[in-house]
């Protein structure tokens, strides 16, 4: 095995590079996908326990951030929006 190391070019190591940023990417934009379903990131236990007055708000700032870790985009804000318009679909 060290023979074989010995003799990759750089070549194959700009290649190999290449491919593990696509390769790193595509599971970027894969998960974001998966998120939207199945929420694997999100873990309901971390912000359930204790509820008092400070974890609450952490729940609502988790849900309205669109980059949060329930991984359903803006989905929980457009929603919110929509109710503090009175259910319309009006920009705030």
């Not at 593990?20 to 970027?28: K, S």
């Not at 990131?41 to 509820?51: A, D, E, G, T």
């Not at 929980?76 to 319309?88: A, I, N, S, V, Y």
């Amino acid at each position: 095995m060290v023979d074989r190391m010995s003799t990759l070019s750089r070549t194959d190591l700009q290649q190999f590079a290449q491919s593990l940023r696509y390769r790193i990417q595509l599971l970027a934009k894969t998960r974001v996908y998966t998120d939207r379903v199945l929420a694997t990131r999100h873990n309901v236990f971390l912000l359930y326990i204790q509820p008092d007055e400070n974890r609450l708000s952490d729940i609502l700032r988790d849900l309205l951030d669109p980059a949060g870790p329930h991984g359903q985009g803006d989905t929980f804000l457009r929603k919110c929006k929509k109710e503090l318009r009175g259910g319309t679909e009006a920009n705030f």
